[in-house]
């Protein structure tokens, strides 16, 4: 074991400095710097544990060593020591509740509509997870997108997350933390960019085959490029139909894609009782009973083309 640590350690270094995965370091909204606010203060209260801990370690172990002098000592017996039994529950204590105020106090202030935009009013776009890609609906603008998703920035975006299969996890780390996304029920998630950029977000609850490729960019763009977006999409893009639709639920990967209408005039995957495909065979049933067989065009899990899709961490445009 000794031997592989320096490597080890190497690379974990490596990993840190080149910024790789670590994009929880880099926030480009309030909320997401609230977390990273929070989990800074908790790794320097941790880390004056562990400094203060070792620190008395190494002095006692160095100061109570066994010497020529004490060699025959015999310590007498100890009784306890109230002092010393107050002393170590009342500082563990206290750390504990130092550790906890602001934990709780971020908790709830990222669950609000992000500080400082309280006045600007909210987009809501609709997040439904499937096996195993991202599905955007603008229910406002009328339009939806597969596997990227287009915000305005300084406007908070409240995405309200479900599921069309198994439990899924949405989570976009510059801008804030994750939420899961389950079937038959909504989650809420305001999500503020301050910056125009492009922002890696993933699915971080094991879901089968598709799992690593199951992820998608938030791009962040100026109000007027956002519009702009949006009249392209209403006059360029193809009108979502029912049966495409459920062509992309089918489990497998897909690339980008957009479309002007939303799957929500048909079902909305967060109603109590609307249809949901948790298993692949609720799949097969349903393109059964239509006298369809898509099982061998849509069930691929080959990695995207970067063209379609892909990832890069917070690169801005
Ligand atoms: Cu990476």
Not at 68 to 93: H, R
Not at 169 to 184: C, D, E, I, R, T
Not at 193 to 201: I, V, W
Request: aromatic share 14%; charged share 20%.
């Amino acid at each position: 074991m000794k031997k592989y640590f320096l490597p080890l350690f190497l690379l974990s270094l490596v990993m840190f400095l080149t910024g790789c995965e670590m994009v929880v370091f880099q926030p480009e909204g309030p909320q997401a710097r609230s977390i990273l606010e929070l989990i800074n203060f908790s790794i320097v209260m941790m880390l004056f544990v562990i400094v203060v801990v070792f620190a008395l370690f190494i002095y006692i172990v160095w100061k109570y060593r066994e010497t020529a002098k004490n060699k025959d000592y015999e310590p007498e017996e100890e009784k306890g020591s109230i002092a010393l039994e107050i002393t170590w529950t009342v500082i563990p204590l206290l750390i504990v509740i130092a550790l906890t105020i602001p934990t709780v106090l971020v908790t709830f202030a990222v669950e609000d509509v992000p500080k400082g935009y309280e006045d600007k009013e909210p987009i809501t776009i609709h997040v439904t997870a499937a096996d195993w890609k991202w599905i955007f609906s603008y229910p406002e603008e009328d339009i939806q997108t597969v596997n990227y998703v287009n915000i305005p920035i300084e406007t908070p975006i409240l995405f309200k997350l479900t599921s069309a299969s198994t439990m899924q996890s949405f989570w976009v780390p510059q801008l804030g933390g994750q939420k899961y996304a389950m079937a038959n029920m909504e989650n809420e998630l305001y999500l503020l960019a301050e910056r125009p950029g492009t922002f890696m977000g993933r699915n971080t609850n094991f879901n089968g085959q598709g799992y690593a490729y199951m992820d998608f960019d938030v791009v962040a763009k100026t109000e007027a490029d956002y519009e702009k977006w949006v009249q392209d999409v209403k006059q360029t893009a193809p009108t979502l139909t029912e049966e495409k639709y459920m062509h992309i639920l089918y489990p497998g990967v897909v690339g980008r894609m957009t479309f002007n209408e939303t799957h929500l005039q048909w079902v909305n995957h967060a109603d109590h009782d609307a249809q949901i495909f948790l298993h692949q065979e609720t799949y097969r049933n349903y393109y059964h009973t239509k006298g369809e067989g898509y099982e061998r065009e849509y069930n691929t899990i080959e990695p995207r083309s970067s063209e379609e899709g892909g990832h890069n961490h917070g690169k801005r445009d």
